[in-house]
């Protein structure tokens, strides 16, 4: 490097140095920042918009925790939600949205869902008098910047119902 820089002439010297500069920024940018931890996605609600014999159509609301001390573009979601141990919805969201830093947000997700099978044991549980309902929710999330690629999540709890 020196050999070729001491070949530079004055104006193109500090051009030179300028790109070398900006070159090592971007890569900089570039690296993925391990120190960040993951958010929590948790699930908040699920509303019932249309329920049909073979099709059924539901909003759930996901609700995300940024411990983080920067916010977090969130590019798209791959999600799977199981409700009372039923496969009760499972898609990909593409719609984006940041993930404020040290705070929470809530995001909801239209999912249509063929329960034909599983409906008639979600409403025996429901008819019970149940005050809530266990589900695991997991997926892949893949943000921008300043995590690259996908990170898996996982979270399981229980779902307060609103009768």
Do not use: H
Request: net charge positive.
């Amino acid at each position: 490097w020196s050999v070729l820089l001491t070949r530079v002439p004055g104006r193109a010297f500090t051009a030179t140095v300028t790109l070398l500069l900006m070159l090592l920024t971007m890569a900089g940018c570039a690296i993925p920042r391990t120190d960040l931890e993951d958010p929590t996605f948790r699930l908040a609600a699920v509303e019932p918009l249309a329920m049909g014999l073979f099709e059924q159509r539901f909003r759930l609301t996901i609700r995300v925790d940024n411990p983080n001390d920067l916010s977090l573009p969130v590019r798209s979601m791959r999600y799977q939600l199981m409700l009372a141990d039923v496969d009760f919805a499972s898609g990909l969201t593409s719609r984006s949205f940041t993930l404020p830093a040290r705070d929470s947000t809530t995001f909801e997700v239209d999912v249509t869902t063929n329960l034909a099978d599983s409906l008639p044991r979600l409403m025996r549980l429901m008819d019970r008098q149940r005050s809530s309902l266990d589900y695991s929710l997991t997926g892949d999330v893949e943000y921008g910047r300043f995590i690259r690629g996908q990170r898996p999540f996982e979270q399981k709890g229980r779902l307060q119902l609103s009768l």
